[in-house]
T-cell receptor
Framework: GQQLNQSPQSMFIQEGEDVSMNCTSS?????WLWYKQDPGEGPVLLIA?????ELTSNGRLTAQFGITRKDSFLNISASIPSDVGIYFC?????????????FGTGTRLQVTL | DAGITQSPRHKVTETGTPVTLRCHQT?????MYWYRQDPGHGLRLIHY???????DKGEVSDGYSVSRSKTEDFLLTLESATSSQTSVYFC??????????????FGQGTRLTVV
């Protein structure tokens, strides 16, 4: 099946720093989605991207749909303690059933004060 | 909140016993999904449904079956639970935009332990 490579796997940052993570695929995707998951909860949608090159912000979060349609990145500016969690990228591949979402393995973010 | 309720939230069961997890939605979405989440694997699709009595397999469907007799309920059954099925199970619905399924919204999860 489709595979999404997400990096880094984990990161420790200091409060106030900017964070960047990315997701790459060997095949083309039609949509890119970024989720955050807190302990004991389901993933929550942060940003959805639908067009190649699209840059979308949600507060301190910014995500981009790569021009090649094979990658996406998520930036978090001025991190705060509540940013701690696991961030997942996900997308709909261009081939196969449009119903199926493929997920990356996640980036675990930990913030030190 | 997409009106998704999973039950039970936690369950411990013995190897070889049948287990059914329930997902209930209140917003009449056509597409529903069951995922499992395990360390190092992210979220993997087990089965999904695109309407009442219409279901299809995901990438890790072996050992699982599903049923959807009503729009609002999607059931996941482990016919004979094994320890490898110890996991956190998430139900999701997806929203259609422009004829495509786009965002997926998740329930709070069911933690299943098979002993």
């Amino acid at each position: 099946g489709q595979q999404l490579n997400q990096s880094p796997q984990s990161m420790f940052i200091q409060e106030g720093e900017d964070v960047s993570m990315n997701c790459t695929s060997s095949s083309i995707f039609n949509t890119w989605l970024w989720y955050k998951q807190d302990p004991g909860e389901g993933p929550v949608l942060l940003i959805a991207l639908y067009k190649a090159g699209e840059l979308t912000s949600n507060g301190r979060l910014t995500a981009q749909f790569g021009i090649t349609r094979k990658d996406s990145f998520l930036n978090i500016s001025a991190s705060i303690p509540s940013d701690v969690g696991i961030y997942f990228c996900a997308g709909h591949p261009s081939t196969g059933t449009a119903s199926k979402l493929t997920f990356g393995t996640g980036t675990r973010l930990q913030v030190t004060l | 909140d997409a009106g998704i309720t999973q039950s039970p939230r936690h369950k411990v069961t013995e190897t070889g016993t049948p287990v059914t997890l329930r997902c209930h939605q209140t917003e009449n979405h056509r597409y529903m999904y069951w995922y499992r989440q395990d360390p190092g694997h992210g979220l993997r699709l087990i089965h999904y449904s695109y309407g009442v009595k219409d279901t299809d397999k995901g990438e890790v469907s072996d050992g699982y079956s599903v049923s959807r007799s009503k729009t609002e309920d999607f059931l996941l059954t482990l016919e004979s639970a094994t320890s490898s099925q110890t996991s956190v199970y998430f139900c999701a619905i997806s929203v259609r935009q422009g004829g495509l399924n786009t965002e997926a919204f998740f329930g709070q999860g069911t933690r299943l332990t098979v002993v």
